[in-house]
């Protein structure tokens, strides 16, 4: 039988672990036109739980558009990406090539092209139709654009910008004042998502800034452990193994029930499991699940500067509420001059975070990666 569990995003319809809460508050402030951010640490779920509430909304007939900010280069790229991702949501109702084309009266910016694709007939992207307008003002064209489209149509409209905080990387561009003086005038709800926590919540929450309490805020928390625990038990039996429900909670209290990591250290149980899921299985498995994240850790550490390295080492063994203390500093010697830098910029990498006041490292597994190593 093929491994029960998955390392990949998890699209609707497929095996998902609680939520139900979140998805029914989440539907219910897209219905209600509500713009949310919402954001948790890297790999908690945050894109396969707003795929699952626009599957929802498409269900009761929205237009659900879904665009990520994933390394976005310059303004017009995002103005590329949400054309594109326009096109694409339009199409999938009803087909650009039939009948859909009277969609593209009012979106005149950009151009939908089809390519040929070698294993799914076409793939679609978009070209500006012309060279004269770029930067901001073709932004501006593009999201003028799809006020008129949501208004125009008596369907809801709910919009993702996943990965949203990576807007801030185009410095010094008037990207989110013209973003936010479209969206306060769409009859749409809007979605911010993102894991660079405090940059994202700048963007909101600074008295300066265009898009100031212009959302509500919306933490995603760890699994709930009794659910994680029934989720685990429930896929290693689809999978034809026998796990037991202390065995289940002893994987999810391993990884102090983050998303990922629970889908991936039970990944490597299952695989180094016989018929019965047994606690020793639980160690090797989490060495393997080591083996294979060392690689992106060594990524992640290999960008950093050697103070900032210092105090996520510190940080891994040692969470304190005083990290700026002499006494900190002195047992893990940690220099002055740069501590409050790298306390810095590790927080807007969310590397570290203030949790029940105690500075810690946010990965867990991360953290024992760098104990370790
Ligand atoms: N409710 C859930 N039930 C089971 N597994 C989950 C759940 N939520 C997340 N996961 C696991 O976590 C992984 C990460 O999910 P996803 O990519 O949606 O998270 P994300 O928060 O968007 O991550 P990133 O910050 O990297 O964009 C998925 O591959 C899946 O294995
Ligand atoms: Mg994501």
Redesign the pocket.
Known sequence: MPNP??????PPRS?????TQELRELSSHASNRTNVVLF??????????V?QVQAGLEKDGFFTFYTDFFMVTSVNDIAGRIAKNVYSALHRHESLLKKGTRYLKTFKTFRPVFKPAPHNGFALTVEPVSTELSGIDLLDKVLEELGVFIHSESAGAHIVF??FQEITELKKSPVEGVLRKHIQEHQASYFF?G?RRRILLDIFNQRNRPFYQSAIMYP?SP?PNDELTS?LVGQFKKGGKKCSKSTAEAISNKILQY??Y???LAYNVYEVSGKVVNEDAIEIGFEKLLASERYGYEATVQGLTGSQITLLRALATDPDSKILSTEYMARHKLSVGGIQYAQRKLEELDLIEKHNNVWRVVDPVFACWLAEY
């Open positions: 569990f998955t390392l990949r995003f998890i095996p998902f672990c609680n939520r948790s640490p890297r790999r908690y779920g945050k894109t396969s739980l795929k996943d990965e998502v894991s995603l699994l989720f998303p990922y629970a889908q991936a």
